[in-house]
């Protein structure tokens, strides 16, 4: 507290944001004058629980027990100390992490919750996890939205001049909260972009990932541009993913566990861990796409994975491994941009958590594409193309289901529903619907 204190008044700081995530990653934050930080910090700020039932365009949807059933009520929400930051282009204004309690307990819901409680499962078992989210985004001109780039020509020098003063802003305001690039290029698709930056451990991972999305498009805004991380934001071009980067160490960080020594081939528990993502391939797929528009990006021959499959750097498959030494990780490809980051780490340690400990077995790696039916092991499952069925699957996964809490699958599934319907109401096949409610806040 002291030391943050110090750091509000040597940086002048006037608004401090209590800022937290919703359920689908979207940023809600209260302003507080600097002078009240210290008294709320201690104390707790009120802040609307109703939140967390609501969908991305803060439609509070019935059911989710955190709406009618509290009485549209308060939580008690408190900040995470290790996470103040100084927001280097909002003027004189600081950030902090915060989580909610109501009636003196921890909202078991909470994206930021559930994926802490993984973690600290995890911790118990003996292993850290080590990773970094890679979001794709497409960026727009703020007034005509049409795309900065119109053109698929992917790391093409000259597509990335066009909006060089983002570009140049990204670099030199995110290693200030926190986010260490490491590499920037354009995309496929018009407009598009990918940033990869330095992986974390533990919870911080999804918090940099919290950070990035939203940081990215607060300073979009400043250059009159709209920075999208909706999936798919445009039927004929290139959907927009999340994948999730991680590997898995000792419990001080300081070994890898991810390959035998003696092989310099993947170890058991990489082995177990690969294997329980795979089992709960369909389950994960709903917390990794998350909305009616993230189901459109799961098509062959798109780089999005279509099945529960692995394979030594094969961009076909759900799970892609990297193999160099201690650098070995492991790439979950089902994320798509439009997820929520803590959700996307709580669902992968889930099933890596189950397949540790029942030992599951790992199917045979694809060599060849594992969108041709002949390259493909037997009895693999497809991951859900539809949101109806991304739900049922969660629902069946009784290890998921368990991992993840009664509280926060009534709450989810409620969101999920209500979604499928005003979809279908809408009746439409889907692209003005989605850009009305994912487009400008995911």
């Known amino acids: 507290m002291e030391s943050i204190?110090?750091?509000?008044?040597?940086?002048?700081?006037?608004?401090?944001?209590?800022?937290?995530?919703?359920?689908?990653?979207?940023?809600?934050?209260?302003?507080?004058?600097?002078?009240?930080?210290?008294?709320?910090?201690?104390?707790?700020?009120?802040?609307?629980?109703?939140?967390?039932?609501?969908?991305?365009?803060?439609?509070f949807i019935p059911g989710?027990?955190?709406?009618?059933?509290?009485?549209?009520?308060?939580?008690?929400?408190?900040?995470?100390?290790?996470?103040?930051?100084?927001?280097?282009?909002?003027?004189?204004?600081?950030?902090?992490?915060?989580?909610p309690t109501y009636e003196g307990k921890s909202v078991p819901a909470h994206p930021r919750v559930v994926a802490r409680k993984q973690l600290e499962e995890l911790h118990e078992m003996g292993y850290s996890l080590l990773s970094a989210h890679e979001h794709e985004f497409y960026v727009v001109d703020g007034h005509?939205?049409?795309?900065?780039?119109?053109?698929?020509?992917?790391?093409?020098?000259?597509?990335?001049?066009?909006?060089?003063?983002?570009?140049?802003?990204?670099?030199?305001?995110?290693?200030?909260?926190?986010?260490?690039?490491e590499c920037i290029e354009n995309e496929f698709g018009p407009g598009q972009h990918e940033i990869t930056y330095k992986p974390s451990f533990g919870i911080k991972a999804a918090d940099n990932a919290f950070t990035y999305k939203c940081s990215i498009k607060e300073i979009a805004k400043q250059h009159n541009?709209?920075?999208?991380?909706?999936?798919?934001?445009?039927?004929?071009?290139?959907?927009?993913?999340?994948?999730?980067?991680?590997?898995?160490?000792?419990?001080?960080?300081?070994?890898?566990?991810?390959?035998?020594?003696?092989?310099?081939?993947?170890?058991?528990?990489?082995?177990y861990w690969i294997a329980g993502n795979l089992y709960h391939a369909a389950a994960l797929s709903l917390l990794m796409g998350p909305t009616?528009?993230?189901?459109?990006?799961?098509?062959?021959?798109?780089?999005?994975?279509?099945?529960?499959?692995?394979?030594?750097?094969?961009?076909?498959?759900?799970?892609?491994?990297?193999?160099?030494?201690?650098c070995t990780y492991i790439e979950n490809r089902m994320g798509s941009a439009g997820s929520n980051p803590y959700l996307v780490l709580a669902a992968t340690v889930a099933a890596g958590i189950d397949g540790i400990k029942n030992k599951l077995p790992l199917p045979d790696n694809v060599t060849g594409s594992a969108y041709v039916p002949e390259d493909v092991p037997d009895k693999t499952s497809e991951i859900p193309t539809t949101m109806e069925s991304a739900v049922e699957a969660f629902v069946q996964d009784e290890v998921m289901r368990r991992a993840f809490g009664e509280e926060f699958t009534k709450c989810f599934v409620a969101i999920k529903?209500?979604?499928?319907?005003?979809?279908?109401k809408a009746n439409c096949s889907g692209i003005i619907w989605d850009r009305n409610n994912y487009f400008e806040y995911l």
């Not at 040597?10 to 934050?29: A, H, L, P, W, Y």
């Not at 996470?83 to 915060?98: H, M, R, S, Y």
């Open 64 to 99: 989710t027990g955190y709406n009618e059933e509290k009485g549209y009520a308060d939580a008690i929400m408190f900040p995470d100390l290790d996470t103040f930051q100084v927001i280097p282009w909002w003027e004189n204004t600081a950030k902090i992490l915060i989580e």
């Open 144 to 181: 005509t939205r049409n795309p900065v780039v119109n053109d698929y020509n992917a790391q093409s020098t000259i597509r990335m001049y066009e909006c060089a003063p983002f570009i140049h802003q990204l670099v030199r305001d995110l290693p200030k909260v926190g986010i260490d690039i």
């Open 292 to 326: 009616i528009n993230c189901r459109k990006r799961y098509k062959p021959f798109s780089f999005a994975p279509t099945n529960a499959t692995w394979g030594y750097d094969n961009r076909t498959c759900a799970v892609r491994v990297k193999i160099n030494g201690e």
């Open 225 to 271: 541009l709209v920075a999208t991380f909706m999936s798919k934001p445009y039927d004929n071009a290139s959907g927009s993913s999340c994948h999730y980067n991680h590997s898995l160490w000792d419990v001080d960080g300081k070994k890898s566990l991810m390959l035998d020594s003696r092989s310099d081939k993947l170890s058991e528990v990489a082995k």
């Open 417 to 424: 529903e209500s979604e499928i319907k005003r979809a279908n």
């Open 5 to 59: 204190l110090k750091r509000i008044k040597d940086n002048k700081i006037e608004i401090v944001r209590f800022e937290q995530t919703d359920m689908f990653g979207i940023s809600r934050s209260r302003l507080i004058p600097a002078r009240h930080f210290k008294s709320k910090a201690e104390n707790g700020l009120n802040f609307f629980i109703g939140h967390l039932g609501a969908d991305s365009m803060s439609n």
